[in-house]
């Protein structure tokens, strides 16, 4: 009876409003200066319809009827939980639809977005071929152990048990699992994942004006209204005594590319208790390169006092697919979440990453590449807030540009009045390898606190025909020359990647080789 009623609420729900809007655009070109940290009103002679830089004039995209017919799609389908379902109907009808009239949205290619047909690919392979994606069992000699402790794979939203192992985590006292399962198995368990779920980003927790949000809301209440299952990692307070081991857990969500899976929704809530150590590595990966289904997840992490999270986010999806994931992290007293994002599929790709410092002594690092090339554009928004004093964070991103893709950084540190003695710095470096390649570089602080340690900045630049020449005078030829310079670029914020996956680090590899080998026609200025 509940599932009918939130299906009845769901059909009587029919957004109409079109989202066409105007955008500003900054190019940054091979002798250019970086524009983009400029104030709004100094770019109005910039202003472009919606998409004019992709050469779409004048583009009107229906994003509030994309997710009618979402929802329409996924009506029938069983829910996690009624009233979770009915609290994203409700966020979805106050909610305006992703528009570039709205400062969050301003930037991003809607149309490449929402405007694409979730019709994907013809055949599926089998689990044999998911198998292929996983990280191996074996470790490489004087390395940690790969696999990890527990692993998680949904496809197509489905749980696969075949797959999944997570019964080690019980030997630390965790619980590892899906939410349709875990709910089942006691009312305790129950009560706190419905507790980690209920609340979205920017309404309930996060909240913000419309122009400082980062555009979450309206398609987390999506993911909320459509949720069927999650992946949950709970583990409780350790003791005072206790020396914890840390815990890895491999979460990975793959999409077959059938135009029946539609758009998916990932969901991820992380629970980490009193002095608690994990290591999540989270993966999004498509099955068939012809993939183009859209993923829209939404990730919570919880960190009580002193636990430490080392957070791997790694969207490496098929060329055409489409990805949307908004992650929030609050971090109590004393503990630490350091997020590595490696951004390297999709055709459009966007993280929203909010990240709150809510006890004294608390810290973040905040490291990201994203690596574009054909009509790719790559997007991160980030949110660190300093609420209190005695904390620190820091953030660095890479980018690596090529053909007429674009990246998006737009990230802000926010310091409270009450928060001195803050330490934060955010740095944004672009390397473009075209003349059409570009990059919408926003860093921002926005301080209040008076006694704080507070940097911030962005570089823009191209490939160096001094270093190039440097190696060609080390023995390399040209093509060895940029292939060494483009593959060391980010090596910086891939941290342990290597051996933590060593399949999704070759995967980097791999396309920062072939950026480096696809010279455009008529050379680097083209």
Not at 112 to 130: E, I, K
Not at 337 to 362: E, F, M, P, W
Request: proline residues 4%; negative net charge.
């Amino acid at each position: 009876a509940g599932a009918a009623a939130v299906g009845a609420a769901a059909a009587r729900w029919r957004g109409r409003h079109f989202g066409r809007g105007v955008g500003r655009r900054l190019r940054v070109g091979r002798r250019s200066a970086l524009q983009a940290v400029n104030p709004p009103e100094q770019l109005e002679a910039l202003s472009v319809t919606e998409n004019e830089d992709r050469g779409q004039v004048g583009v009107v995209v229906d994003v509030d009827g994309w997710i009618q017919h979402q929802l329409v799609d996924k009506e029938g389908r069983p829910r996690l939980d009624d009233v979770l379902a009915r609290q994203g109907l409700e966020a979805l009808q106050a909610e305006p639809a992703p528009s570039r009239r709205l400062e969050p949205w301003r930037y991003t290619d809607l149309r490449a977005l929402f405007g694409v047909g979730d019709a994907g690919a013809s055949s599926v392979r089998g689990t044999g071929a998911v198998t292929d994606l996983l990280e191996e069992a074996t470790a490489g000699e004087g390395s940690e152990q790969l696999r990890p402790v527990a692993r998680l794979v949904f496809v197509d939203g489905e749980l696969s048990a075949e797959l999944s192992a997570a019964d080690a985590a019980a030997e630390v006292g965790c619980i590892v699992g899906n939410a349709a399962t875990l709910t089942a198995s006691s009312d305790e368990t129950k009560a706190r994942i419905v507790e980690l779920l209920q609340p979205l980003p920017e309404k309930d927790i996060f909240p913000a004006a419309s122009r400082d949000a980062l555009g979450c809301l309206k398609l987390a209440a999506l993911n909320q209204a459509v949720l069927s299952d999650s992946a949950c990692v709970l583990c409780p307070d350790t003791s005072d005594e206790a020396e914890d081991a840390e815990l890895a857990v491999e979460i990975v969500f793959v999409t077959s590319g059938r135009a029946a899976a539609g758009c998916s929704t990932p969901r991820v809530v992380i629970d980490a208790g009193k002095r608690r150590r994990l290591r999540i590595l989270e993966s999004h990966l498509s099955l068939d390169t012809a993939d183009t289904t859209m993923s829209n997840g939404v990730c919570r992490v919880v960190l009580s006092e002193g636990a430490q999270v080392r957070h791997y986010l790694l969207q490496q999806r098929a060329p055409a697919a489409r990805f949307v994931e908004s992650l929030i992290a609050e971090v109590g007293a004393d503990a630490s979440y350091d997020l590595r994002l490696v951004h390297t599929g999709s055709r459009v790709a966007r993280l929203n990453a909010a990240i709150a410092l809510q006890g004294k002594g608390a810290s973040c690092k905040v490291f990201g590449a994203m690596l574009a090339n054909g009509q790719q554009q790559l997007d991160l928004h980030s949110l660190i807030h300093h609420s209190v004093p005695g904390c620190s964070s820091e953030q660095l991103h890479k980018n690596v540009v090529a053909d007429a893709a674009e990246c998006i950084m737009k990230g802000s540190i926010r310091v409270d009045k009450a928060a001195q003695q803050t330490e934060s710095s955010q740095l944004c470096r672009t390397l473009l390898l075209t003349k059409r390649a570009k990059v919408k570089a926003m860093p921002s602080l926005q301080i209040q606190a008076d006694d704080v340690s507070c940097s911030h900045g962005a570089a823009v630049t191209e490939l160096d025909d001094k270093e190039v020449f440097y190696m060609q005078s080390r023995g390399l030829d040209p093509a060895g020359a940029k292939r060494l310079l483009l593959v060391a670029f980010p090596q910086d914020l891939l941290g342990d990647l290597r051996t933590v996956a060593p399949r999704a680090y070759k995967r980097v590899l791999d396309k920062l080789v072939s950026m480096a080998d696809d010279e455009p026609p008529g050379g680097r200025d083209a």
